[in-house]
């Protein structure tokens, strides 16, 4: 079956534009996550589902950062009045398993590359 | 605080010479640690976990917890062993926290 997929592939904004980055997980996973990696560093944890509910934002730099999934599938990442520092690219990755179970793989989309001009 | 460090960002190596990553982590507990690795313009993904303990493309990392290190190694590294590895961690929760990667050159 189909991966996790992410779209766009490429957004370029100007600072203080909002943009929405969109992540379908693979049909069934419970867990959907957020990871932001910034030019030669590793993904940095954002924020994490578990079906509709948003368990853990620790990880979102400020409140221009939100994440939603309200049916439980499709996740969105919006970042409001975007600035230079948000360029980055932004990983979605989706996983079987509930935040209690055993850990279980996490399965990476191809990512958001972003650019705030 | 968990925390993953990877000190090689370059590591060039011949093709049928052995290749080791350095991986080192901070925890207060018992991790899972992980590799995982990105091919040229393709996605990240799992390349082994230290708790199933099995050999993945040749690779093969033992986790350390005297000296808190999960190096990955390959006695005879090939050209398609070229890519970017990362170390990551998870504290059994759902969190990973990777370290900063190694990209692995493998020349003819």
């Known amino acids: 079956g189909a991966g996790v997929s992410q779209s766009p592939r490429y957004k370029v904004a100007k600072r203080g534009q909002d943009v929405a980055l969109r992540c379908d997980p693979i049909s069934g996973h419970v867990s959907l996550f957020w990871y932001q990696q910034a030019l030669g560093q590793g993904p940095e944890f954002l924020t994490y589902?578990?079906?509709?509910?948003?368990?853990?934002k620790s990880g979102l730099p400020s409140d221009r950062f939100f994440a939603e999934r309200p049916e439980g599938s499709v996740s969105t990442l919006k970042i409001q009045r975007t600035q230079q520092e948000d360029s980055a690219v932004y990983l979605c990755?989706?996983?079987?398993?509930?935040?209690?179970?055993?850990?279980?793989?996490?399965?990476f989309g191809p990512g958001t590359r972003l650019t705030v001009l | 605080a968990q925390r993953v460090t990877q000190p090689e960002k370059l590591l060039s190596v011949f093709k049928g010479a052995p290749v080791e990553l350095k991986c080192n982590y901070s925890y207060s507990g018992s991790p899972e640690l992980f590799w995982y690795v990105q091919y040229s313009r393709q996605r990240l993904q799992l390349l082994l976990r230290h708790i199933s303990r099995e050999s993945i493309k040749g690779f093969t990392a033992d986790l350390n917890k005297g000296e808190t290190s999960f190096h990955l190694k390959k006695p005879f590294a090939q050209e398609e062993d070229s890519a970017m590895y990362y170390c990551a961690l998870s504290g059994h929760d759902y969190k990973l926290s990777f370290g900063a990667g190694t990209t692995v050159t493998v020349r003819a």
């Open positions: 990755a989706s996983s079987s398993s509930g935040a209690s179970e055993y850990y279980n793989e996490q399965f």
């Open positions: 589902f578990q079906n509709e509910a948003q368990l853990d």
